[in-house]
């Protein structure tokens, strides 16, 4: 299943620093996130892109996982040769992260 099926995003950047929220459209899903889209698989998902360090912040009440990526974009938005050099684009790309099936229950 890929992220955007139960989730959404956010996203901001400063200088060379990318900020990516993933929201949970229903907060039973939340948990799913919490145990998937760790800080270490979301740098390895990205692979060469981010070139720093992945902090993941939890939000429970939100049912939300903020994640900041340092040095993710080729040295900031004025200074990179990279088609798109803002967050936004990094965002899109994460949701389409494969998560496991969710266990439904009857």
Known sequence: M???????SRTG????????SVIAFNERDY?????NL???RVKEYFGDIVSGEVV???LPTLAALNFVLF???????????A????????SSA??????PQRQEII
């Not at 950047?13 to 990516?20: E, Q, R």
């Not at 040095?71 to 040769?81: D, E, N, Q, Y």
């Open 2 to 8: 890929k992220l955007r099926e139960i989730a959404h």
């Open 13 to 20: 950047d400063k200088g060379n620093t990318s900020n990516i």
């Open 31 to 35: 948990e799913l996130l919490r145990e």
């Open 38 to 40: 760790t800080a270490s």
């Open 56 to 58: 993941r912040y939890e």
């Open 71 to 81: 040095g993710a974009l080729g040295g900031g938005v004025t200074r990179s040769l």
């Open 83 to 90: 088609l798109d050099a803002h967050g936004k684009g990094l």
């Open 94 to 99: 994460l949701l389409d992260f494969d998560l």
